[in-house]
């Protein structure tokens, strides 16, 4: 198993473009999420989905669209890229459990940088 | 609104023991978590321990929960070089979808291990 897979792993984009961050996860798990990493900042939740078809607003959603049209993938786009933006991005998995315990497992993330 | 906080930076010798604190707000959590990020990388589970238990031991990890105080620390015994990383804690929040199992995380704590 390949886990949690993130596109591109490093991307410089200009200010106003825009871009779409793939994650694939190949661990038929239900629930995926993306996370903005910031200095000082721990791990922030963007979106996150708890099923294909599905999409959810996490804490700091603005300037962000996703979509879970299949069940592995999560993509995360942004359609107007500001400074702000600049963050490494992390896709994380988890399977649709009882009891409680939420194991998320983390792709190796992407590093944006916006101009 | 929910915050789990932690000490940004711990240094320590090589061989000496290592103990990161949290504290975290959701006396609701079922269990609480430890994550690992090593440089340049997403973050892996290194241990958790269930809501009712006051330790938790995994070879040179010791995981310390008070309830009360909903403080929870983890205690690295004979730290290596290869412990430097930043440690997470995270625990299930009640925002942002926490009643399906949303991981709210603290700042991260940096370690830096001294030969």
């Known amino acids: 198993n390949a886990g949690v897979t993130q596109t591109p792993k490093f991307r410089v984009l200009k200010t106003g473009q825009s871009m779409t961050l793939l994650c694939a996860q190949d661990?038929?798990?239900?629930?995926m999420y993306w996370y903005r990493q910031d200095p000082g900042m721990g791990l922030r939740l963007i979106h996150y989905?708890?099923?294909?078809?599905?999409?959810a607003k996490g804490e700091v959603p603005d300037g962000y669209n996703v979509s879970r049209l299949k069940k592995q993938n999560f993509l995360l786009g942004l359609e107007s890229a500001a400074p702000s933006q600049t963050s490494v991005y992390f896709c994380a998995s988890r399977p649709d459990t009882s009891g409680g315990y939420n194991e998320q497992f983390f792709g190796p993330g992407t590093r944006l940088t916006v101009l | 609104g929910e915050d789990v906080e932690q000490s940004l930076f711990l240094s320590v010798r090589e061989g000496d023991s290592s103990v990161i604190n949290c504290t975290y707000t959701?006396?609701?959590?079922?269990?609480l978590y430890w994550y690992k990020q090593e440089p340049g990388a997403g973050l892996q589970l290194l241990t958790y321990?269930?809501?009712?238990?006051d330790m938790k031991q995994d070879q040179r990890l010791t995981v310390l929960l008070n309830k009360k105080d909903k403080h929870l620390s983890l205690r690295i015994a004979d730290t290596q070089t290869g412990d430097s990383a930043i440690y997470f804690c995270?625990?299930?929040?009640?925002?942002?979808?926490?009643?399906?199992?949303?991981?709210?995380f603290g700042k991260g704590t940096k370690l830096s291990v001294k030969p």
């Open positions: 989905s708890v099923g294909e078809g599905t999409t």
């Open positions: 321990i269930f809501s009712n238990m």
């Open positions: 995270a625990e299930t929040g009640a925002g942002y979808g926490g009643s399906q199992g949303n991981l709210i």
């Open positions: 959701d006396s609701s959590s079922t269990y």
């Open positions: 661990m038929n798990h239900e629930y």
